[in-house]
């Protein structure tokens, strides 16, 4: 059982049903609304070890979410994606059965 459980709609969009999320990509999806246009990532968030993963399913359950690619430096210079939620999202939590 998931103790996250969201169900998303989208304001001003009459034509879009309301999806539920649960799970870790229900926890990846209220980060993303929460950061607005920061957006997530692996470095900022780092306790979401699958971000690519949950992108991947939030993206085909139909949400526009657009990935940028940023360097870092650090003890560990490379590359990352910052993930940023494109659509205007309401989240109403829902209890877990």
């Known amino acids: 059982m998931s103790k996250w459980i969201y169900t998303a709609s989208f304001p ?4 879009r049903a309301r999806v539920t999320v649960k799970g870790r990509d229900a926890w990846a999806l209220r980060l ?25 399913r939030l993206r085909r359950a139909g949400f526009s979410i657009v990935s940028i690619h940023e360097s870092h430096k650090g003890e560990f210079p490379g590359r990352h ?17």
Do not use: K
């Open 32 to 56: 993303l609304v929460q950061r607005g246009e920061r957006g997530c990532s692996p470095v900022s968030e780092p306790t979401g070890p699958r971000w690519s993963s949950y992108i991947h």
């Open 81 to 97: 994606v910052r993930y940023v939620l494109r659509d205007r999202v309401e989240l109403a939590r829902m209890e877990a059965r």
């Open 12 to 15: 001003g969009h009459t034509d």
